[in-house]
Nanobody, 124 residues
Framework: QVQLVESGGSVVQAGASLRLSCTAS????????MGWFRQAPGKEREFVAA????????DYLDEVKDRFTIAVDNPKNTVYLQMNNLKPEDTGLYYC?????????????????WGQGTQVTVSA
């Protein structure tokens, strides 16, 4: 099993920045990709970003690719999501995930582990 613990969610105003963190523990060698999904109230959960543990491959939701950056710190088993110029539509519960493929934007079934989520609220 792999355990994922997120932190960093907050209430901010539009235009602000936040950095989410997710620390993985357990059998992390079973996963090759870390990522983030989010779910807004009344909407389906959607992919946000993903990276290989090596950092050589990344993928982003089109609407965030110019504002969000995903990065890993291997010694700490931690993945970060730096979010800049936040918009009200970025509001949602952000989930950290561990997966076996970088293609989880198209194939969410390749996600094997989910964190509990951290809330991000962006006010206008």
């Amino acid at each position: 099993q792999v355990q994922l613990v997120e932190s960093g969610g907050s209430v901010v105003q539009a235009g602000a920045s936040l950095r989410l963190s997710c620390t993985a523990s357990g059998r992390t060698w079973r996963t090759t990709v870390m990522g983030w999904f989010r779910q807004a109230p009344g909407k389906e959960r959607e992919f946000v970003a993903a990276t290989t543990w090596s950092g050589d491959l990344t993928d982003y939701l089109d609407e965030v690719k110019d504002r969000f950056t995903i990065a890993v710190d291997n010694p700490k088993n931690t993945v970060y999501l730096q979010m800049n110029n936040l918009k009200p539509e970025d509001t949602g519960l952000y989930y950290c995930v561990a997966a076996s493929s970088i293609t989880i934007q198209r194939r969410p079934d390749d996600v094997h582990y989910w964190g509990q989520g951290t809330q991000v609220t962006v006010s206008a």
